[in-house]
DNA sequence: TTGAAAGCGCTAACAA
DNA sequence: TTGTTAGCGCTTTCAA
């Protein structure tokens, strides 16, 4: 191994002249300094990053939390992964990657021996149990996701409940009257996972204002789960000319869940979903959606741990407004739709065919009809 | 902070002493060692991971390089991922996670600067940029796949050549004399990703050495172009009364791709899937597969690492055997597929109306008809 | 503008 | 069985 010392003496200076051309720390003189640089080539030199943490307390690493628990979608979730670990390197930190089976003892032991100068927290709960932690930790923090209550802490989130909400109101201005939300899985909503309890409740929040009838309906992934999931949610309210889609896993099948009710999108029923760029536009008809910036969630949650590193001061709370990509799924004319739904011949057998899906967790409930409005013209 | 000397004055004994408790390569009374592990205790001290790392040169850190590429399936990387991980927590090594942007530098880098103690590494190519790098680093390192010749590497990988072959000879016992093979995406064999070429090279080698037709075909995960895929394999052989799918993202669409041509599975088309488990058996009706130890490669890729770190000599090459999962999709009768298959008026029009999917990168070629057979007893 | 030297917190001879 | 002490490779004060 080659020491800076090596370096020092192949360069004719101090050691101490050697780390002060790398840290920048004290003016060199330019001659000094390219001797050195040189040196540094010649002879290969790194400098050994453990030694220097163990003479700065700085490590120039962050850990990134991130419990892959049951029912996420891994490729969103490794989207904000990648996206952090790329910043965090822009910064010259390297990233410490810890899964589920370290938890809070994992967190606290990578903390205390110093193994790391921040942390980053993904897939945060309601009622996170790291939370607590990470307020007494020495290392700041910032979580991606918004637990309960977000004093004391640094997090940014999309604003999930705004977008829940501007779904229906999307949907509402359309003149649609009956939405179905299809949302996560239901161990998701079981852990009050932030972001799917946060749209969720957006969505009925907004569908409450509107005087919207809505049923909300958790399903898994796979294909039979999916097409039980649309089932219910139409034999529930067969007048139902909408559906929000909150889950990517989930995304290829709706349209076929629908199809197996002979309904087709856009013409009798709209669909927008929640979900980061690239899935919506695969489903044929392509999905109107509201963008979830997954890889911007990444990276500036590396923005704001990079700058509560340096001492500055952030916001506890930092919200990425949603975006709504109007696409082919929310064409339909809702006029004709109502029309279409009036008449309760549109195979009744197979609405009623599907069975009501066991333990969903977040339950089905339904609103009473409003009573018929005259549809907006779409916006 | 609290430091080992701070652990040894409040206990009355040496600094070593408390180390030696630690580290444990020194018998300890176990009156002092006690009294050590209270103080360590009240105190709440934790050794400083960066100065001890300066201390012995060990960081207890495990470096692990994953390139996201494209057309890589995120969800089955990540089954290695946080298997290795879990592994690596076992054996109290952390992880730092290195993604595609650091490439051949990144490596370098923090293997210069001793910041891990090895390299697990990810996604091989055949001819791996990275693998010369590799040879020449003082840590050691386990790829977990082949590149194109693995002396002076240790690896780990699943014999995707044996299963594509396994496929193969599944299907020909079975009677079927026409098999395709829908493959990874196109830019996954472009890159000679080693799992994908093997995989190809063993289904296509065992294909010739039976005397079996067979049509090769890359496809994209999405709906599209897997329907695509599929009409244009069927296509190209129309007698085509078998399917191997080494692609996990488009497992889901390959019923419905059949289901597009009026063919249905089993009783038209057997289907075997090359995929972790839990993939296939969604698949309605449940497709039988080789099941890719996923997780296991993880593990077992940590373990040969620490077997190299504690100075072990270790295989140069370590191939885990495929094994099938007999399941619905493989329940078909071939002498009835035969003979339906002869009837050339099944969905004609159907067959030819695929597109031929472009830039199929693998290209697509098939081998003359092999006179008939008798096809030989199911097993 | 540069050097010398005293740490950083820990480990591991060496000595008792 | 334990203590003393000299490092590990780097940073950073202090002094020139």
Redesign the pocket.
């Known amino acids: ?8 003496r192949h360069a ?9 051309v ?2 920048g ?9 390219s001797r050195v640089l040189e040196s540094i080539r010649v002879l290969g ?14 490590t120039n690493v962050v850990a990134l939390a991130v419990p892959l628990r049951e029912g996420v979608y891994v490729p969103v979730l490794m989207r904000m992964v990648t996206a952090a670990v790329t910043a965090a390197r822009r910064h010259g930190l390297n990233v410490l990657l810890m899964t589920a089976d370290q938890g809070v003892d994992g967190l606290r032991g990578v903390a205390g ?2 193994q790391a100068d921040g942390f980053l927290v993904l897939d945060v709960e309601m009622n996170d149990e790291r939370v607590p932690l990470l307020r007494q930790l020495a290392q700041p923090s910032v979580l991606i996701g918004q637990p309960a209550t977000t004093a004391g802490l640094t997090c940014v989130d999309f604003d999930f409940e705004a977008a829940g909400a501007a779904c229906v109101e999307h949907l509402a201005d359309a003149g649609h009257r009956y939405i179905g939300f299809l949302g996560a899985p239901t161990p998701v909503y079981q852990r009050r996972t932030g972001f799917a309890h946060r749209a969720m409740v957006g969505f009925s929040a907004a569908a409450m204002r509107r005087g919207i009838t809505s049923t909300i309906m958790p399903t898994a992934g796979d294909h039979h789960s999916v097409l039980k999931a649309v089932q219910a949610l139409f034999r529930v309210h067969p007048s139902t000319t909408a559906l929000v889609v909150h889950n990517e896993a989930a995304l290829g099948w709706v349209g076929a869940g629908l199809r197996s009710l002979g309904r087709k999108v856009p013409e009798d029923v709209a669909v927008i979903a929640i979900c980061p760029d690239g899935l919506a536009e695969q489903a044929s008809p392509s999905f109107t959606s509201i963008r979830l910036p997954a890889e911007e969630l990444g990276r500036r949650a590396v923005e704001l741990l990079v700058a509560k590193l340096n001492g500055q001061t952030v916001p506890s709370l930092t919200l990425l407004e949603p975006e709504l990509a109007e696409r082919a799924s929310t064409a339909g004319v809702p006029g004709r739709m109502l029309a279409r739904r009036a008449n309760p011949a549109v195979n009744p057998e197979r609405v009623t065919a599907g069975r009501r899906p066991s333990r969903s967790g977040a339950g089905t409930r339904t609103l009473p009809p409003t009573p018929p409005v005259v549809p907006a013209p779409r916006t």
Do not use: E, F, N, Q
Not at 1 to 8: E, L, P, S
Not at 45 to 58: K, Q
């Open positions: 191994m080659i020491t800076i010392c090596d370096v020092a004719g200076v101090a050691t101490s002249t050697v780390s002060y790398l840290t720390k004290r003016p060199i003189s330019a001659a000094t300094r030199y790194h400098p050994h990053a453990g030694a220097r943490g163990s003479a700065t307390s700085r021996s110093a």
